[in-house]
C-alpha cells in the first residue's frame, strides 16, 4: 500500500470525495484504486477564515511500485510494514509473576503476559470499575471518602475518571498495537485514526472491564481489594508480596505499577529497602470557561460547525522569575472532580465524557516544582510538599471536601472572592470562594498571575475576570521515580517499577507503551517487524 498525505477536505466536503480526491493526487482514474483507509485525520484552524480537515490516506492499487517512481512526490510512501506478534509461550511450571495495580501500566503488562502463557496475578487494592463507580460517586454528591475506593485507587487507575486522552509524545511502534486492543475492547474505531483521540470516562469504564476479562480468559486473575502492604525479600530478591497484612503470594516477578498516589505503598517499598529519587512535578489549579468562549477563539465562525465539536488549546510559557506555567489535561466540555484519596485533604482534576457537551471547559494551569522546592531531601519529601497544599485546600474549602475557588479577576487583584459570578463551578461536592493564596505557594501565585495575562495574548478571554479556579491540583505526575536498570529491575532483583507511579510515565499511552515494554522483557516474546 502507499501512503497519501495532504489530502484535504473542507467541511462541508464529504469524506465520499476522499477516492476522488486520492485519485487526483495520484494521477489516476478512481478505477485504479482497490481499497483505501484512513490513516490519519486532523483538523487544521491555522487560518479562522479557512478551517478544514488534512488526511493521510493508506491506499491498495494496481501497479503501485510504477505509480511511485513516476510521482517522486515526499508526501507519497511505501507503508511501512509493522506487525506485532508474540512468539514464545512461557514454559510449564513457572511461577506466576504478580502486577501491582490495573490502570493502564498494569492492565496493558497483564496482556502481554497472558497472552503468552504466563497466567499473570493482578493485585488492585481498590474495587472493581462498577463497585468504585458507586463510591466515587458518592463522595462527590455526599463528601464521604473512601480512601481505598476513589479517584485515583480501582480498576483502571486514575484515568478512568478523566477526558481519557490518547496522546502522546512517546514515538513507539505498540502504540498501535495498544489502541488496536482498545477498539477491541469497546473504545470507537476513530481512535486509530483522529490527530487526539480520546474517550472520555464513560467508554473507560467499558473498556477497562473489557481488557480484564481478556486477560482472565487468557489464563490470567484479576484480585480487587487486594493491598500489597509488604514484599518478602531475600538476599535481594523478590520471593513473594504480602496481601492485606494477612495472605502471602509466593513469587519471584512483581510488576509495579503503581499510579502516582499510592503514598502508603511508596512508604512499604522506601523501609523495604527499595531505591526512590526525588522527582519533579507540577501544582496549581482547575481553571474553567465557557466551552462556548474557547469553541469562539479556536474556530471563529465555525466554531458551531457539528463536525468540529468542543475545541481545546494547549498553552505553556517561561517567565522572568525562572518558573514555567502551562495548561495540562485541557478537558473539553467536561468538568471538575473531588481527586482526593488522603482524609482531610482536597485534590482536584478534570474529567470529561464522550460527547465532551457539557457547558464549561476546564484545564489545569500548573506551575514546576523541583525537589529544590521541597522540604528536605528525603526520597519522599515530594510526597510530604503535596500533603502540606491538600491540607491547607481542605481548611481554605471548609473542612468538608469543599474546594476553595476563586474568580480569575479577584485572583489578580488580590482579592477574596465573595461570590460566584456568570461562570459556575462544576466541581463537587461544592466550592468555598475564597483566596487562593491561602493553600499555594508565594511563588506559585505569582507565576500563575503572569501565566493569566500570558495566555489571554494567546486566547483572548483566557483572563476572563468571572473565570472560574478551584484548588488544589497536585496530582499532575508522580514525586517520586523507583530506579530501575537496563534490565527493568529495581535495585530488588525481580522487582520491575512500570508506568506512572513508578516515574517512567505520563498520561494513558504512555504508560501502557510501558507496562507492554517491561512485560515483553520479562517474557522475551516480542517480535516487532
Not at 77 to 94: D, F, H, L, R
Not at 133 to 153: I, M, P, Y
Not at 328 to 351: D, I, L, Q, R
Not at 506 to 527: Q, R, T
Request: hydrophobic residues 35%; glycine residues 8%.
Amino acid at each position: 500500500m502507499l501512503r497519501v498525505q495532504e489530502i484535504k477536505l473542507a467541511l462541508d466536503e464529504d469524506e465520499e470525495l476522499l477516492s476522488a480526491k486520492l485519485a487526483k493526487k495520484l494521477k489516476i482514474s478512481q478505477e485504479s484504486i482497490i481499497s483505501y483507509r484512513i490513516y490519519k485525520k486532523s483538523i487544521d484552524a491555522r487560518k479562522k477564515s479557512d478551517i478544514h480537515f488534512v488526511y493521510a490516506i493508506d491506499v491498495e492499487l494496481k501497479n503501485e511500485e510504477k505509480i511511485l517512481k513516476k510521482l517522486s512526490n515526499k508526501r507519497i510512501v511505501k507503508v511501512p510494514e509493522v506487525s506485532y506478534k508474540y512468539e514464545k509461550i512461557a514454559p510449564q511450571n513457572i511461577k506466576r509473576p504478580v502486577i501491582v495495580g490495573t490502570g493502564p501500566s498494569g492492565l496493558f503488562a497483564g496482556l502481554v503476559l497472558a497472552s503468552t502463557g504466563y497466567r499473570p496475578i493482578l493485585l488492585e487494592r481498590g474495587k472493581s470499575v462498577d463497585e468504585r463507580t458507586v463510591d466515587v460517586s458518592t463522595f462527590w454528591n455526599e463528601g464521604k471518602l473512601n480512601t481505598e475506593s476513589n479517584v485515583q485507587f480501582g480498576e483502571g487507575g486514575a484515568g478512568t475518571f478523566s477526558d481519557g486522552k490518547l496522546t502522546t509524545l512517546v514515538k513507539d511502534p505498540r502504540s498501535r498495537k495498544v489502541l488496536e486492543e482498545m477498539v477491541e475492547a469497546g473504545a470507537p474505531e476513530d481512535i486509530l485514526y483522529i490527530n487526539k483521540p480520546h474517550i472520555g470516562t464513560d467508554i473507560l469504564r467499558v473498556m477497562v472491564k473489557n481488557i480484564r476479562n481478556k486477560i482472565i480468559s487468557l489464563g490470567g486473575e484479576v484480585r480487587f481489594n487486594s493491598k500489597v502492604t509488604d514484599l518478602i525479600i531475600k538476599d535481594k530478591q523478590v520471593t513473594g508480596v504480602k496481601i492485606n497484612d494477612d495472605e502471602i503470594i509466593s513469587c519471584d516477578k512483581v510488576l509495579l505499577a503503581l499510579g502516582h498516589s499510592a503514598r502508603d505503598t511508596f512508604e512499604m517499598l522506601y523501609k523495604n529497602g527499595v531505591e526512590i529519587t526525588q522527582k519533579g512535578f507540577s501544582i496549581g489549579v482547575r481553571i474553567e470557561h465557557p466551552q462556548s468562549l474557547i469553541n469562539e477563539k479556536q474556530y471563529g465562525e465555525f466554531a458551531k460547525h457539528e463536525k468540529l465539536g468542543a475545541a481545546d488549546y494547549k498553552l505553556s510559557a517561561h517567565f522572568d522569575n525562572g518558573r514555567s506555567a502551562y495548561t495540562f489535561c485541557m478537558c473539553p466540555g467536561g468538568m471538575v472532580v473531588a481527586a482526593a484519596s488522603e482524609e482531610n485533604m482536597v485534590v482536584t482534576n478534570g474529567m470529561s465524557l464522550y460527547a465532551r457537551d457539557k457547558e464549561n471547559a476546564n484545564s489545569a494551569l500548573l506551575v514546576g516544582v523541583t525537589p529544590e522546592d521541597y522540604e528536605g531531601d528525603h526520597p519522599l519529601a515530594g510526597v510530604e510538599f503535596q500533603r502540606k497544599w491538600e491540607r491547607l485546600a481542605f481548611v481554605a474549602g471548609g473542612k468538608n471536601y469543599k474546594a476553595p475557588a476563586q474568580k480569575v479577576g479577584d485572583f489578580l487583584d488580590d482579592r477574596p472572592s465573595e461570590n460566584i459570578g456568570d461562570i459556575k463551578p462544576t466541581y463537587k461536592p461544592g466550592v468555598n470562594m475564597t483566596d487562593l493564596r491561602e493553600c499555594l505557594p508565594e511563588y506559585v501565585t505569582d507565576t500563575l498571575k503572569k501565566a493569566l495575562i500570558a495566555f489571554d495574548k494567546n486566547i483572548n478571554g483566557f483572563a476572563n475576570p468571572e473565570a472560574i479556579m478551584t484548588g488544589v491540583e497536585t496530582r499532575s505526575s508522580s514525586p517520586i521515580r523507583i530506579q530501575r536498570d537496563e534490565s527493568f529491575q529495581s535495585n530488588i532483583k525481580g522487582l520491575y517499577p512500570i508506568g506512572e507511579g513508578a516515574g517512567y510515565a505520563g498520561g494513558i499511552m504512555s504508560a501502557a507503551i510501558d507496562g507492554m515494554k517491561v512485560a515483553e522483557y520479562i517474557s522475551n516474546v516480542f517480535s516487532l517487524s
